[in-house]
T-cell receptor, first 116, second 112 residues
Framework: NAGVTQTPKFRVLKTGQSMTLLCAQD?????MYWYRQDPGMGLRLIHY???????AKGEVPDGYNVSRLKKQNFLLGLESAAPSQTSVYFC???????????????FGPGTRLTVL | GQQLNQSPQSMFIQEGEDVSMNCTSS?????WLWYKQEPGEGPVLLIA?????ELTSNGRLTAQFGITRKDSFLNISASIPSDVGIYFC????????????FGKGTKLTVNP
């Protein structure tokens, strides 16, 4: 099992360019999340999904869009990148909570994005 | 929005020392989680807490869910060099929200 993988690992964009970050998980998890992490800050939730075909806004959704067309994939899109979107982006997934199970979100290794 | 205050921001300790860090919130949480993040990697869950007053251990790590539901602490005993990293607390409020609120992290440096 690869767990949670993210592509690309690094990317440099110019202001106004667009790109898509891909997250894939092979654990058959229902829930998937996109976070951003900025220096000296904790992780902040951008968008999340509770199942295939569903998405919802998190704490900082502006400037981002997401899609969950397949259960194993969660895509994060930037339509018109801005310098304020320079950050490290983490994807996470977890199974549906059942009685007696723990709240484990499995995180990917991150994508470092720089917007010039 | 909800905020978590995590302290201290950083710690420099000698190998073998015990470490304590904590998180406080202005609002009530029904879940407290503690993560560790190493350079270039995503956070990894260390301990999950679900009941007020709960005390849970994971090896040399011990965490407690505060009685008021507004705080939690993490202790590391007999630190070793591989404990180096950034430790984050995270909380989930009542109501079953999917939204975890993260603290800003405690950066731990262990000198051999």
């Amino acid at each position: 099992n690869a767990g949670v993988t993210q592509t690309p690992k690094f990317r440099v964009l110019k202001t106004g360019q667009s790109m898509t970050l891909l997250c894939a998980q092979d654990m058959n998890h229902e829930y998937m999340y996109w976070y951003r992490q900025d220096p000296g800050m904790g992780l902040r939730l951008i968008h999340y999904s509770v199942g295939e075909g569903t998405t919802a806004k998190g704490e900082v959704p502006d400037g981002y869009n997401v899609s969950r067309l397949k259960k194993q994939n969660f895509l994060l899109g930037l339509e018109s990148a801005a310098p304020s979107q320079t950050s490290v982006y983490f994807c996470a997934s977890r199974a549906r909570l059942l009685a007696g199970t723990t709240d484990t979100q499995y995180f990917g290794p991150g994508t470092r994005l720089t917007v010039l | 929005g909800q905020q978590l205050n995590q302290s201290p921001q950083s710690m420099f300790i000698q190998e073998g020392e015990d470490v304590s860090m904590n998180c406080t919130s202005s609002s009530i949480f029904n879940t407290w989680l503690w993560y560790k993040q190493e350079p270039g990697e995503g956070p990894v869950l260390l301990i999950a807490l679900y009941k007020a007053g709960e005390l849970t251990s994971n090896g040399r790590l011990t965490a407690q869910f505060g009685i008021t539901r507004k705080d939690s602490f993490l202790n590391i005993s007999a630190s070793i060099p591989s404990d180096v990293g950034i430790y984050f607390c995270a909380g989930r409020s009542q109501g079953g929200s999917e939204k975890l609120v993260f603290g800003k992290g405690t950066k731990l440096t262990v000198n051999p």
